[in-house]
């Protein structure tokens, strides 16, 4: 199993990010699939996630009406479009799935916000 996510970086104030998510090694396409982050200092959170078929989604209030999750099950892969970032945005983001009980995280991929 491998989730390897991509896409972050520093971005000014009121700017877009696209992290992608590329995953591979389980049945990616039966499985729900979230984004968490985790700030210096602070828990880590979940952000949004999206049901196997892209049909339920949910995401936490701080990103509401600001970031866009979505996933494409023929290239396998996650995606977490964010606009309008605030500097409280900040943080490692981490593509996440469970299976029978056992949690799987990628690696991680830095977002700053910051002017």
């Known amino acids: 199993v491998q989730l390897v996510e991509s896409g972050g970086g520093l971005v000014q104030p009121g700017g877009s990010l696209r992290l992608s998510c590329a995953a591979s090694?389980?049945?990616?396409?039966?499985?729900?699939m979230s984004w968490y982050r985790q700030a210096p200092g602070k828990e880590r959170e979940l952000v949004a996630s999206?049901?196997?078929?892209?049909?339920?989604?949910d995401y936490a209030d701080s990103v509401k009406g600001r970031f866009a999750i979505s996933r494409d099950n023929a290239k396998n892969a996650v995606y977490l479009q964010m606009n309008s970032l605030k500097p409280e945005d900040t943080a490692v983001y981490y593509c996440?799935?469970?299976?029978?009980?056992?949690?799987?995280w990628g690696q991680g991929t830095q977002v700053t916000v910051s002017s």
């Open positions: 996440y799935f469970r299976r029978a009980g056992h949690d799987y």
């Open positions: 090694g389980f049945a990616f396409s039966v499985y729900v």
């Open positions: 999206i049901s196997s078929g892209g049909i339920s989604i």
